[in-house]
């Protein structure tokens, strides 16, 4: 059970300042709707049915990047989702923002301007250090409640996250309860049966560290995507490097070689490698070859091949647990599609407990039309997700356990 105080625990009639997670793709300069905003959309509306004042906050991109924008688009897909209005105030701490804060009424929810605006929110730091920028000592004086929802960014030391729980009584929103729950599973929960975890997407890097670091609590790996290519060329195949313009696998290559061998080594028998794998055929179709007949990588492989997803499915349909980081292919395209679509599908018809993570690779449910709701938890976070998966703390959650210890004695 996680040990910190949640929305339950709310006093009637707060003035609360809620931390969500809202950073999504742009397009053309908009924001793209996502699992982010429908999600934190049950929290604000259960603050706001229960007559709270609703002030929210958010970050977008990181400054000097393309996706650095204002949450005023932000506010207006909320306010869809959340079905009431969504106000929006373009400043973060400023006389604007404190006026807009002050004039909410009972019930009423109003969006400030994208945290990362305020030069306090970066870079990251103590919370002690982020709870005495002007930015916090500012806005907490207008709040009777901090709430964090914000699961997906607990992983970062920012003023907002990790800041205002330090000097307001502190709360975990439904999406941070939520995501905490589903994923520490893999460390917190016991299964009578396998667990299984499939491996794949493109960041090796991050996935080889869970495999590694989750060495005992899973019983078989099922790889694919990038990391799937590297252990191959660990176990002596021809393929895991990069070929014409790709930059996807030398360098995380050299980065990890001696960790995939000794987990290779060490896990041997649990680690399942792709026993073929697909390219784009010279006519544009979908093509395979059995990795035994690969003499020397000559094609980007973009996915892995049928007879895997045969080898997999069985694995997964009787395990009593499944976890998922990273697509097995780019299942963006459809002919790339098999190897992602095929496990997850395994995963939504077997009676398993299951967690999906990454944002890309969720994706793939609703674009291949499986529900959501065959998987026990699709998570919102990445960078976080990954986090729980290797047991390292979370920033912004352990200030929200230290809340509820003050607030206890
Ligand atoms: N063999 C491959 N070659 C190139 N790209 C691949 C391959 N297999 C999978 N991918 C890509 O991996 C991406 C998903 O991987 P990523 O590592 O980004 O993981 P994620 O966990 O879904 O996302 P995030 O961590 O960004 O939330 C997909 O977009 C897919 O196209
Ligand atoms: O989108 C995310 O994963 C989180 O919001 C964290 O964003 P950041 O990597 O820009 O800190």
Redesign the pocket.
């Known amino acids: 059970m996680p040990a910190f105080d949640t929305i339950d625990d709310l006093l009637a009639d707060s003035r609360v300042l809620v931390r969500l997670d809202l950073n999504s793709p742009i397009e053309d300069g908009s924001p793209q709707d996502n699992r982010r905003f429908e999600r934190h959309a049950e929290t604000v509306r259960e603050l706001a049915d229960a007559g709270h004042r609703v002030v929210l906050m958010a970050h977008q991109g990181r400054p000097g990047r393309d996706d650095f924008t204002s949450l005023a688009g932000h506010a207006a897909i909320l306010a869809d989702h959340v079905d009431r209005d969504v106000a929006f105030v373009a400043d973060t701490d400023g006389e604007e923002a404190l006026e807009a804060i002050d004039a909410l009424g009972a019930g009423e929810v109003l969006l400030l301007e994208n945290t990362r605006m305020c030069e306090d929110e970066l870079p990251e730091a103590e919370p002690e250090e982020k709870a005495e920028t002007e930015f916090v000592r500012t806005l907490a004086p207008h709040f009777d409640a901090y709430v964090n929802d914000a699961y997906s960014a607990a992983h970062r030391k920012h003023a907002s996250l990790v800041g205002f729980p330090l000097v307001l009584p502190a709360y975990a929103g439904r999406v941070m309860e939520t995501e905490y729950e589903a994923n520490t599973a893999i460390a917190t929960r016991e299964f009578d049966g396998p667990v299984t975890m499939v491996v794949?997407?493109?960041?090796a890097t991050?996935?080889i560290g869970v495999m590694d670091a989750l060495d005992d609590r899973v019983d078989r790996f099922l790889l694919?995507?990038?990391a799937?290519?590297l252990f191959l060329r660990a176990a002596g195949h021809p393929v895991g490097s990069d070929v014409g313009g790709m930059d996807?696998f030398d360098e995380q290559w050299e980065r990890n070689r001696e960790l995939i061998e000794s987990v290779l080594d060490e896990r041997g028998d649990a680690i399942h490698l792709a026993s073929d794998l697909a390219y784009e055929g010279p006519d544009g179709e979908r093509a395979e070859v059995a990795v035994d007949d690969i003499a020397e990588k000559t094609e980007?492989?973009?996915?892995v091949g049928s007879a895997t997803v045969a080898d997999y499915e069985p694995l997964i349909r009787e395990s009593d647990a499944v976890f998922v980081?990273?697509?097995?292919?780019?299942?963006?395209?459809e002919r790339?599609a098999d190897g992602?679509v095929g496990a997850l599908a395994a995963i939504a018809e077997t009676d398993c407990f299951s967690v999906v993570?990454?944002?890309?690779?969720?994706?793939a449910i609703e674009m291949y039309g499986l529900s959501e709701d065959d998987f026990s938890h699709v998570s919102i976070?990445?960078?976080a997700?990954?986090r729980a998966l290797t047991g390292e703390p979370l920033p912004a959650v352990e200030v929200l356990e230290a809340a509820a210890r003050r607030a206890e004695d």
Request: proline share 0%.
């Open positions: 794949g997407g493109t960041k991050d996935v694919g995507g990038v799937g290519e996807l980007g492989y973009l996915d980081k990273g697509a097995l292919g780019v299942f963006e395209d790339f992602t993570g990454g944002g890309d690779t969720s994706r976070a990445g960078g997700y990954i």
